[in-house]
C-alpha cells in the first residue's frame, strides 16, 4: 500500500526567515506529485506539481518554490518567510489507476509571527 | 472568480437524517469532479469520482452528475455523527489534467 509522509507536521518561524517543508510517498514508482496551500477553514489552493524526477511547474505564485529531488521526494521552500504563508500545507499524490484521484498527506501546519 | 462552487456554506442535519451538497463549475472545461472529506486538523480524504451523467453510489455516499448544467450533488444517507466534516468538491479539465481546482467547501454538521 503506499504511503505519504510530510515533515515537520508544525511549525511557528518569524517573518523574513528560510522555509523547508517537505513530503515523501512509498509504495509508488514516478508518482505524480502536488503541494496544495489551506487558509484556517478555507479552500485548498494548488501551488506545484511534477510530473517526474527535477521537473516542477507552478500554478500560482505565492513567493515560494518546489522542488523535486528524487523521485519519492517533494520540497516546499521559500527563503523568506511572508505574514501571508501562514497556513495548512498538503502534498497529495494521483492515482492514475483509481479515477486520478489525489491522496493527501496529513498536513504541515505553519505560523508565521 | 471561483471557477467551482459549492452550496451551501454550512449544513446542519439529526443524525441519522439526509445531507445534501451541491457543487457548480462555472467553466465548461471543467467538468470531471471528485468529492473529498476533511476532518478538522487532518488532510482530506476521496470519496467518490464522477464523470459521467447520472448517479454513482458508494454505501451510504451517492453522487450525482448533470454534465449539461455542470452541477454535482452529493447525498449522504443515515448520516453520522463522524460525518461531520469539511466537503470539498473539485474539478478538473479531464481525467488527465494536473490542475484539479476546489470549491470552497461545505461544513456539515451532524447532529447526535
Known amino acids: 500500500a503506499q504511503t505519504i509522509h510530510q515533515w515537520p507536521v508544525a511549525e511557528i518561524k518569524a517573518v523574513g526567515s528560510p522555509l523547508s517543508l517537505g513530503c515523501t510517498i512509498k509504495?509508488?514508482?514516478?508518482?505524480?506529485l502536488y503541494w496544495y496551500w489551506q487558509a484556517t477553514g478555507g479552500t485548498l489552493q494548488q501551488l506545484f506539481y511534477?510530473?517526474?524526477?527535477?521537473?516542477v511547474e507552478s500554478v500560482v505564485q505565492l513567493n515560494l518554490s518546489a522542488s523535486r529531488p528524487k523521485d519519492d521526494q517533494f520540497i516546499l521552500s521559500t527563503e523568506k518567510l511572508l505574514l501571508s504563508h501562514s497556513g495548512f500545507y498538503l502534498c497529495a499524490w494521483r492515482d492514475r489507476g483509481a479515477g486520478n484521484t489525489l491522496y493527501f498527506g496529513e498536513g504541515s501546519r505553519l505560523i508565521v509571527v | 472568480q471561483q471557477k467551482v462552487q459549492q452550496s451551501p456554506e454550512s449544513l446542519s442535519v439529526p443524525e441519522g437524517g439526509m445531507a445534501s451538497l451541491n457543487c457548480t463549475s462555472s467553466?465548461?472545461?471543467?467538468?470531471y469532479f471528485w468529492w473529498y472529506r476533511q476532518h478538522s486538523g487532518e488532510g482530506p480524504k476521496a470519496l467518490m469520482?464522477?464523470?459521467?451523467?447520472g448517479d454513482k453510489k458508494e454505501g451510504r455516499f451517492t453522487a450525482h452528475l448533470n454534465k449539461a448544467s455542470l452541477h454535482v450533488s452529493l447525498h449522504i444517507r443515515d448520516s453520522q455523527p463522524s460525518d461531520s466534516a469539511l466537503y470539498f468538491c473539485?474539478?478538473?479539465?479531464?481525467?488527465?489534467?494536473?490542475?484539479?481546482?476546489f470549491g470552497k467547501g461545505t461544513h456539515l454538521h451532524v447532529l447526535p
Open positions: 467553466d465548461r472545461n471543467f467538468q
Open positions: 469520482s464522477i464523470f459521467s451523467d
Open positions: 509504495g509508488k514508482s514516478s508518482p505524480n
Open positions: 473539485a474539478a478538473s479539465a479531464d481525467t488527465n489534467a494536473y490542475k484539479v481546482i
Open positions: 511534477s510530473i517526474t524526477v527535477g521537473q
